[in-house]
């Protein structure tokens, strides 16, 4: 955070100098060079004075080493490693240090030392060396005095710096230099003095052409970094490496600390937000309540027997179903669809708000057929877990149930058509703290997708498509054979509405076909109410979704003004 301190901003220890001030002292520098040599001699610096601004740096120093030590405290009375704790006092210190022999101490009343580091390795202290001073101290503590400035002798050297007692740890954090440092320091700067005066006056245009030069050229990088950005429309940080200390490197840096907190609440909005939410903040549209009437293809994929794997499982049924959903997602998310919903055990995909090459409902059964296949692999791998186990044991009754818990399943249904797409909840600008908003999809394909993912459990099939899924796809890929299933006049409908199995060709068993198409024929004599010939086609088919049918039909036959559509009683 910066300090405001008189004309100067200050960021820690930094000094952010004005750009306005640099530019006008380059100038005021050109003008009055004659001048210069004169006026630079006669700054004089004293010891006293470099003194006083070293005490300046180590009292803000000392302050970040008491906060420190308060706060390792508590975590000593948590956890009670005080090694831990004085182990992280030395690094704080070590931040702060400028020359080469820098020293941070802590010592209690009595001399003992509970943490001491220094720029110089050789310095290492048994207790504190300087008895007078440690006497001193305790004096002036003992007079309500509890911080200020010391001087102390050690390594038969002088020392002065800071301190302050921690009442917590009962000890005095001392923050000290070592007075010979700052004499070699003072003999530099003149030295350095008299090769700047005759530097200056030959090199001075020179230098000040290459300073502005590089003072621009610094906010030309941060211009074409931000350009870069915004043309990307991808926040990223500047780098700061090699710019000055000046206010516009302090903007620059206060750009990237915004940057990276954006970043993160991107990063977070868009695992809670749909990609199409999530594209449409990233190109600067605003999300507000809207929405509208739009053709879409609906996915709802549901966990079988999901009662049983919670009551089997407990708290554990979230792990199993962050595993599957990590595969259900990326499946969806590889076919250009967006996560509408998750409710537990199923999710709600939706496909058409994105831009993509193939048609929603193509994308839509790749995806189904991707959740089946990534479920099926899961259960694969359980069952390679189980053979390892019963290579040297079998399963306990216990282990048996868990195992079958986690043999996850699921039905796809896919049905497509128009429903109300947008965004609603409440959205209050004054107080955003107080608004809500959720991405949803309302409609009937909605229901009619939910519906037929719960035919998939009635027929056994894996997926149940809708005629119109089936229309669209047909239209654009041959990859599919669609193979009629059943009319079904669900709970709620007054219409049959026929439901379809997408076999993908590419990917499964060809002498399923064969199978497949006798089953056509029984369900077409089916439809026509010749129930004898559909059983005995049935039963050649050797399909498990055949069950339902001769369930049905048991040894009856059609009865009277048959339609061919079996109405449910259940949703």
Known sequence: ?????????????????????????????????????????????????????????????????????????????????????????????????????????????????????????????????????????????????????????????????????????????????????????????????????????????????????????????????LIRMQQSKKLELIDLSKAPNDDVTYMAASFNNLSSQVNNLLDTFQKFVSKDIVAKAYSGQEVGLEGSQRELTMLFSDVKSFTYRTETLGNDIIEVLNVHYNRVIQNVHYSNGIVGSIIGDAILAVYGTLEAKKSKSVNAIQSAWGITRSTAALREEMKARRQEIEKSRSLTESEERVFQAVLVDVGVGIDGGKVFYGTIGRNDEVDPLQAHMANTVIGDTVNSASRLEGLTRIYHIPVIVSAYVKEEVEAESDRYIFFEIDTVQVKGKTQGKKIYFPFDKEDMDASLISRYQLFSDGLKAYYEGDWTAARKLFKKTELELTEVFLERMGNKSAPENWSGIWTMTTK
Not at 47 to 54: M, S, T, V
Request: hydrophobic share 40%; net charge negative.
């Open 1 to 225: 955070m910066a300090e405001k301190k008189g004309l100067f901003s200050k960021v820690g220890n930094t000094v952010i100098i004005p750009l306005r001030i640099k530019i006008l002292a380059i100038f005021i520098s050109l003008i009055v060079l004659s001048n210069f040599a004169t006026n630079f001699i006669s700054i004089q610096f004293t010891q006293k004075e470099i003194i006083n601004l070293n005490n300046t740096i180590m009292v803000q120093q000392l302050k970040e080493l008491y906060t420190n030590a308060a706060n390792q405290f508590q975590i000593y009375a948590y956890s009670g490693d005080k090694d831990a704790c004085n182990e992280s006092m030395c690094k704080v210190a070590e931040s702060g240090f400028a020359n080469n022999n820098s020293l941070a101490v802590g010592i209690s009343p009595e001399g003992k030392l509970f943490f001491m580091t220094s720029n110089n390795p050789e310095i290492k202290w048994d207790s504190f060396p300087d008895s007078l001073a440690l006497e001193n101290l305790n004096t002036q503590r003992s007079q309500g005095i509890e911080e200020g400035s010391v001087y102390f002798m050690g390594d038969e050297t002088e020392y002065f710096g800071v301190y302050k007692f921690q009442d917590d740890w009962n000890y005095y954090i001392i923050r000290a230099e070592r007075r010979s440092d700052l004499d070699e320091k003072n003999h530099s700067i003149y030295a350095y003095i008299a090769i700047v005066i005759f530097s200056l006056t030959i090199l001075f245009i020179v230098i000040g052409y290459i300073i502005l030069r590089k003072e621009f050229g610094v906010m030309r990088k941060f211009t074409s970094e």
